[in-house]
């Protein structure tokens, strides 16, 4: 709004300060042409006839000056079109002389005095006009290698990087200005790059200043405020960057090879997460840890993640060889100290795991595989109950007959209130898990969580394969939200609540706000450099089987209480009569044996009142 306002006051002013600058060149053009004319020699008989053609040249000038429209255009703009303007309304305005002379019978004035006239006045006004064109073509091409840079930001980390930019032995950014939301700060100048406007403003910022890049140096951003710079980007030729973390900025690590594009993950905005690193190395120094499903997202990110605290030995077990061997290189080349077993296996395979946790006796088992995608499980329900609810079975028992001290299972979402068999399977598996810490030595616990953005068959790689393919980006339902968390933080949290898990608990990651998908299309084909509805097309399809329109974390609001632990609920555990329980996965493994899909969905139901599949759901109960 601000920088809107200032233009107005310039728009308003423009045209009087132009007829002003007008006035002075025509009256100079005439009295330079007597003055050359009469070799500056003014008598009365001078003087008279030049005040009397100055005055007929600045009321003749100054008409036919509008009337070709020479105020209603900007000098950073002048083209070939306003030169042949400028040209007819000179040529014009000094025959109009002209006939004034030959009709008013000056005779004292010569041919050649209005000739210099119009020759001067042409130079002049084209000068006038053009003059600020050359001097901004000049300084392009000055810069001409140089990207023009608009910093959103115009605080400390905005500082450091248009100090950095200008200062930097090699540049490669000229920085144009700033934006920012403080009005204390409009149009004051950093290393004498302006503030230009607000975050509003940037659109047209971008557009009136030709800017290629956008940087945003504000580190304390919320992944709500990235979303609307990115937005705000929409329908330009820009590419978007970022700086650093914070503590970069604070220590001044910062420089130009830091400025990388903004990434995914950065449009969530989450605050970084803080684990005590003291519990968590407790938790799994010199420790054998056993992970299912090591080479997905999940797994192979708390791979990572542990390696960091020295344990014992890792045992990977996945049924994914692809998956296994490129880890494989991975370790190897990243964490050659690391002592590690992988195991090309299936949760379902009792035989196996036997022999695995006999083998290894492993002291913790994070189990992360599971087949998780809603469509495709809910066209396979029995695959979704083979691998979720009776391999977790198995992983269960054999935990618990080999000691394991600590299961921590990965949960989702999709778990509460579920209408999709996948959610239903893995609320099942949360149940068993809360069973069975009752009775057992082991300490069993689900962490439950979101959409890890980025993950394999998420919407973002999803959308990333089609924007670079130019096909539409499919998108279910216009108002469809979803719950988005990085893997490093998932990694992270899941450890952490592994370590103050005391049995039973389901535990819930602090997963903000959720996102709609629509918009996260939207931030992603901008980021790409292109414009949505116009480069891609952004296509609605209608919820698929087994999907909400938003998720939830608890399955009862008004009557599950929870305790926080920085970003870690603890769900109080619920009553199972586990010798029933036991009873209806018997029978669902039985059904599921002879694929009868029918009954199977039926015993589901029967175990999980709250799951309501293939009805319409409003993301209410």
Not at 162 to 183: L, S, T
Not at 189 to 201: A, K, P, S, T
Not at 254 to 283: C, M, W, Y
Request: with cysteine.
């Amino acid at each position: 709004m601000a920088m809107k306002g200032a233009r107005e006051i310039l728009d308003k002013i423009r045209m009087p300060i132009m007829l002003v600058i007008d006035l002075a060149l025509v009256n100079l053009s005439m009295f330079l042409a007597f003055a050359i004319r009469f070799d500056w020699r003014f008598t009365s008989l001078i003087a008279f006839p030049c005040l009397y053609f100055m005055m007929w040249t600045a009321i003749l000038r100054s008409v036919l000056f509008y009337i070709f429209g020479m105020y209603q255009w900007s000098f950073r703009y002048a083209s070939i079109s306003e030169a042949i303007n400028v040209f007819k309304s000179v040529t014009i305005g000094s025959l109009v002389l002209v006939a004034i002379a030959f009709f008013t019978q000056r005779t004292e004035i010569g041919r050649s005095v209005l000739l210099i006239d119009y020759l001067a006045c042409l130079f002049f006004i084209g000068s006038s006009r053009f003059l600020p064109r050359v001097l901004i073509k000049f300084r392009q091409l000055k810069s001409s290698n140089l990207k023009r840079a608009l910093i959103v930001g115009a605080g400390a980390a905005g500082e450091m990087v248009a100090r950095e930019m200008i200062n930097a032995k090699k540049r490669i950014y000229q920085p144009v200005g700033f934006i920012d939301d403080n009005p204390n700060k409009l149009n004051s100048r950093i290393h004498g790059v302006r503030v230009l406007g607000r975050i509003e403003d940037i659109k047209k910022v971008i557009n009136y200043f030709n800017i290629e890049e956008v940087v945003i140096a504000v580190p304390s951003a919320t992944g709500k405020t990235i979303r609307d710079i990115v937005s705000k980007c929409e329908k330009t030729d820009v590419k978007i960057k970022t700086v650093p973390e914070l503590h970069k900025i604070l220590t001044g690590e910062v420089t130009i090879k830091h400025i990388r594009d903004v990434k995914p993950e950065d449009l969530l905005g989450r605050e970084a997460v803080n684990i005590n690193t003291q519990d968590i190395s407790l938790f799994l120094k010199d420790k054998v840890i056993l992970i299912t499903g090591a080479a997905g997202t999940i797994g192979s990110e708390l791979l990572r993640q542990i390696a960091k605290f020295n344990p014992g030995q890792l045992i990977l077990y996945d049924l994914n060889e692809n998956g296994l061997y490129f880890l494989e290189m991975e370790l190897k080349a990243n964490y050659p100290q690391l002592k590690y077993k992988t195991i090309i296996g299936d949760i379902k395979d009792i035989g196996l795991l036997k022999s695995v946790f006999s083998k290894y006796r492993p002291n913790i088992a994070f189990h992360s595989a599971a087949h998780k995608h809603v469509p495709l499980m809910e066209g396979n329900p029995i695959a979704a109950i083979k691998n979720n609810i009776i391999g977790t079975r198995n992983l269960v028992y054999a935990s618990e007959h080999y000691g394991v001290e600590r299961f921590v299972m990965i949960s989702t979402d999709k778990a509460v209130n579920p209408t999709s068999a996948m959610g239903a399977s893995k609320r099942i598996a949360e149940m068993m898990i809360q069973s069975k810490a009752k009775t057992s030595r082991t300490k069993f616990m689900a962490v439950r969580f979101g959409n890890v953005i980025g993950s394999s068959g998420s919407v973002v790689p999803i959308f990333k394969q089609q924007i670079e393919s130019g096909k539409p980006l499919m998108v279910t339902h216009p108002e469809v939200k979803r719950f988005f968390m990085t893997a490093s933080e998932a990694a992270q949290l899941v450890m952490q609540a592994g370590a103050i898990g005391k049995g039973g608990e389901v535990l819930i990651l602090d997963m903000g706000e959720q996102i709609k998908i629509v918009d996260l299309a939207r931030n992603l084909i901008t980021l790409s450099g292109l414009e949505p509805d116009k480069d891609i097309e952004i296509k609605f399809i209608g919820l698929r089987p087994g999907e909400k329109m938003m998720e939830e974390m608890l399955l009862d609001i008004e009557h599950n209480k929870a305790t926080k632990h920085d970003k870690i609920y603890i769900a109080q555990p619920n009553n199972f009569d586990a010798l029933q329980l036991r009873k209806d996965i018997k029978t669902l493994e039985r059904l599921a044996n002879l694929m009868d899909e029918e009954k199977a969905i039926a015993k589901i139901k029967e175990i999980v009142p709250t799951y309501k599949p293939n009805e319409k759901y409003n993301g209410s109960n």
